[in-house]
């Protein structure tokens, strides 16, 4: 019998509740303000009715290192954007998440051919101090870009750390974007130094990159050297590259700047699908508290902990996951297949006892798919939390997880974005797991969905908003001198209310369910329909691999189309077709189901792994993607040109 969007599929025991952090800063809040609260609903209306309370007890709570936090929390508290926090605060990223034994391992590296690798805090402040004092010598300081084109190893981290220790600003781009993808997004910020990997290794091949290496050093004119890390094979000789272990000098002390609280850190970039990347910057501050934050109260991470999310350098879900640190847990960083063999991610949770696991939704329906019963085949006894996001995950893999991977475990959907490099909604460890949905909006976020007429509701959809301005708020978009792109992309619907871009539902009980994205919503006969509604239905079939669907004008409608990736040694037959479109019938509306539903080789995604569905139906519509290198595989796509000239 499948269960209902809602059904309670886990609790937290008393002594998990007692011993959460989340509990301790409940019990501390109390004690600051006088305040009871029973429970997470009460935190979090604190939370967002006192942000400058919540905040300030953030920062004391987790422990930040720096000059701070000042008797200031927020200046110009009014309509998005414009708010300013701590600003007489000082601190420096990497300082923080450099602190501890320096003894202890603090980075794990596993690599899909069998490499394994641990650094020691002492290792990687060495390794970041080398950096640094190179960065120095090359006249890198504060507010200068400096870049990697690197996989996720260890020497991405230190390198990064070292850009931060002088304030400089950090962007990456991981290796498997091919050179006009990589110059469209580093072409914009000017770097001065840049990383390079030698290549990377995926899916049992070596796969060399010299080509975009020498594109890149013809192209990037702001750049003053290059430096190369040796992975996975040694490096190339004679194109003026310096070799990773002679840069910088090795006996240098590790000396962080203290910098203003908004300082810009990261330069992030959107999928740029349209167009060019949007350059969204973000500040040391809003990065290291938010990131703090979710970690400590929403994942109950600290010390003794290892975290893991499966990512490349290139998506957001890195520098989330490199701010562990902060919290003084070990992270565990992968390079390679997800699926090569079926069971690798699973066979390293056990291996290296990862206590925080994360990955994308995709990747926990495939392991249902493939039929994967880690709870019966590796000892998973470590692992206390599994996190899911890049795109909403499926109720089914809500049921896969407690059947097949282990009861006792917290499952957090969790949902934000690049243009915040943090969440929205998240987890929270003494709150219960609800099927199909994510365990409550995030901590300091006033977060709503908004109906059609720009009000809050509860029970029905509608657009997914944030209400008041929160830390990790780009400070801004590069080269948007007037803020024009920055107002552009969030505040243009609701002024002054920052609008994401997802079609979303908050349910009674105080979670949400995240449909799919606005601009990707189906409107056949009027009725808006999330995307995620159908794919919920189809994804659990096992004839079905994969699937993508789109909406697209037909006459004065629109009308719903439905591709499928057939999975091995099956066809799409008439019969197969009208049992898809009964199933969706059945499980959601007769507006749900497909017009047409169609065999294609493959489904075009983002290389972070999310569906292109604007893509397809920009080409559905005659229109082009010019940004061909923003897609995973774009030899999906040519399918899909061929295909627009007889649906048009």
Not at 16 to 39: E, K, N, Q, Y
Not at 156 to 172: D, E, I, R
Not at 327 to 344: C, D, F, M, Q, W
């Amino acid at each position: 019998m499948i269960g209902q969007v809602g059904e309670i599929l886990w609790e937290p025991s008393a002594d998990r509740v007692a011993g959460a952090r989340i509990t301790a800063f409940m019990r501390l809040a109390a004690a600051r303000t006088g305040l009871d609260f029973p429970d997470y609903a009460a935190l979090h209306a604190w939370s967002v009715a006192d942000r400058e309370a919540f905040w300030r007890l953030v920062w004391e709570f987790c422990g930040v290192c720096g000059d701070g936090p000042g008797d200031a929390v927020l200046e110009d508290p009014g309509p998005m954007p414009g708010a300013r926090w701590f600003p007489e605060a000082r601190l420096n990223y990497a300082e923080n998440l450099l602190q501890g034994e320096p003894e202890e391992t603090v980075l794990i590296f596993a690599a899909e051919d069998g490499r394994r690798r641990g650094w020691t805090r002492d290792r990687l402040r060495r390794e970041a101090a080398r950096v640094a004092a190179g960065l120095r010598a090359d006249g890198v300081g504060p507010g200068d870009r400096v870049a990697g084109f690197l996989p996720n190893i260890p020497e991405s981290v230190a390198a990064m750390l070292g850009a931060a220790s002088l304030g400089a600003v950090w962007s990456s781009c991981s290796p498997d974007f091919g050179p006009q993808g990589v110059i469209d997004r580093l072409g914009q910020i000017s770097p001065k130094v840049l990383f390079v990997t030698s290549g990377y290794f995926y899916n049992g091949r070596t796969i060399a990159v010299d080509e975009t290496i020498t594109s890149l050093r013809s192209h990037l004119d702001s750049l003053v050297r290059v430096v190369q890390v040796p992975y996975p094979e040694t490096p190339a000789n004679g194109r003026d590259l310096t070799p990773w272990p002679e840069y910088g000098d090795p006996q240098a002390p590790l000396t962080c700047e203290r910098l203003p609280f908004d300082h810009p850190l990261f330069i992030m970039f959107s999928s740029g699908t349209t167009g060019l990347p949007k350059c969204m910057v973000h500040g040391v501050g809003g990065t290291l508290l938010q990131h703090l934050k979710e970690h400590q109260l929403h994942c109950d991470l600290g010390p003794g902990d290892r975290l893991f999310y499966y990512t490349t350098c290139g998506w957001m879900m890195w520098n989330w996951l490199v701010s562990g640190l902060a919290s003084g847990a070990a992270i565990v960083l992968y390079e390679g297949s997800p699926v090569r063999p079926h069971t690798v991610l699973w066979d390293l949770a056990a291996e290296v006892g990862i206590t925080v696991l994360g990955a994308s939704a995709r990747w926990i329906a495939a392991c249902g798919k493939f039929g994967l019963r880690p709870a019966e085949e590796v000892d998973l006894g470590s692992l206390r939390t599994i996190l899911s996001t890049g795109s909403p995950l499926a109720p089914e893999s809500f049921d896969y997880v407690y059947h097949h991977v282990k009861r006792d475990v917290q499952l957090s959907s969790i949902s934000g974005g690049t243009d915040i490099i943090s969440c929205f909604a998240l987890g929270c460890p003494v709150l219960p797991v609800r099927r199909g949905e994510l365990q409550c909006k995030g901590l300091g976020m006033r977060v709503e969905v908004f109906n059609a007429d720009g009000r809050p509701v509860t029970g029905a959809k509608g657009e997914l908003v944030c209400t008041a301005a929160f830390p990790s708020m780009p400070v801004g978009f590069w080269n948007d001198p007037d803020g024009a792109k920055y107002h552009q992309a969030y505040f243009t619907r609701y002024e002054g209310i920052w609008c994401h871009g997802d079609f979303a539902e908050v349910t009674p009980s105080g979670g949400l369910i995240i449909h799919g994205r606005s601009d990707t919503v189906l409107n056949p006969g009027g009725v808006r329909i999330g995307t995620a509604e159908i794919y919920r239905v189809v994804d659990r079939l096992p004839e079905v691999a994969e699937s993508l669907v789109v909406g697209q004008k037909h006459g004065a409608d629109v009308r719903v189309l439905l591709f499928v990736v057939p999975a091995e040694g099956v066809e799409l037959t008439p019969e197969l077709a009208r049992r898809i479109r009964d199933e969706i019938r059945s499980a959601t509306s007769p507006r749900h189901a497909p017009a047409r539903i169609m065999a294609v080789p493959a489904v075009p995604r983002t290389r972070s792994g999310k569906l292109m569905e604007t893509a397809v139906r920009r080409i559905l519509e005659g229109l082009e993607v010019d940004n061909i290198e923003a897609v995973a595989n774009p030899e999906a796509m040519v399918y899909f040109r061929e295909l627009a000239r007889s649906l048009n």
